[in-house]
């Protein structure tokens, strides 16, 4: 629905009925302002989502390359104790000595949880991230297609017929008429003819009828 803003023409005469057209030809369209301004922002909707989606990949990346570090850092200090335990029970080394490295291992252990916590928040982010992506490509999608309904294109290769519209008209759905043949001829803004495929109605007399035959 929408006012009419172009009526093809072909090679710069004003298309008119007897003209042939394609499949695929743009016979009119309407006003498609509102459309466009959606799609553009639906288009910036995509590229900000797909930034913030590279963001969270990349925070994902470094809060786990931290997870293994610090999961290192835990299993070489969990080594330095089983040494120094040792160590201690041969008396080798004092209480204190054994008690920095039990103090290291317990900084590592929390170390890991902290790390992994910020892996699990990044993963969620990532995720978060992905479904906004989809989300906006979703909505981009559907923006094209509201475009290409403002948009009239013949379906076949053929012959206009009929021209019911002029550029400044304001046309809508509601204006067409498929109650009968010939009101749906009257009332679509344009009509399109395949010559190879199409009835006629005619009246003959009782008479003649019976001398009818395919292919005559």
Do not use: C, H
């Not at 005469?13 to 959606?38: H, M």
């Not at 906004?132 to 053929?158: C, H, Y």
């Amino acid at each position: 629905n929408g006012l009419i803003t172009y009526v093809a023409d072909l090679e710069g005469v004003a298309l008119k009925e007897g003209d042939f057209v394609a499949a695929g030809d743009l016979l009119a369209t309407i006003d498609d302002r509102r459309q466009v301004s959606v799609i553009a922002t639906a288009e910036a909707d995509v590229e900000v989502s797909m930034n913030q989606g590279a963001q969270s990949e990349a925070t994902l990346m470094q809060a786990q390359a931290n997870l293994e570090k610090v999961n290192a850092d835990l299993r070489l200090a969990q080594t330095e104790l089983q040494r120094y335990q040792l160590l201690f029970e041969q008396g080798a080394v004092s209480e204190s000595d054994l008690d920095l490295y039990q103090n290291q291992v317990d900084q590592a252990t929390a170390a890991v949880k902290t790390a992994q916590q910020d892996v699990f928040s990044a993963e969620a982010s990532t995720r978060s991230a992905e479904s906004t992506v989809s989300s906006s490509r979703s909505r981009l999608n559907q923006s094209a297609i509201d475009l290409e309904d403002t948009q009239l294109v013949s379906p076949i290769d053929g012959i206009v017929a009929y021209i019911n519209i002029r550029e400044g008209d304001y046309w809508s759905t509601q204006y067409f008429n498929s109650s009968s043949a010939q009101s749906a001829i009257e009332t679509a803004p344009i009509v399109v003819m395949d010559l190879q495929s199409f009835e006629v109605e005619l009246e003959v007399k009782s008479s003649a009828a019976e001398a009818i035959r395919p292919g005559q």
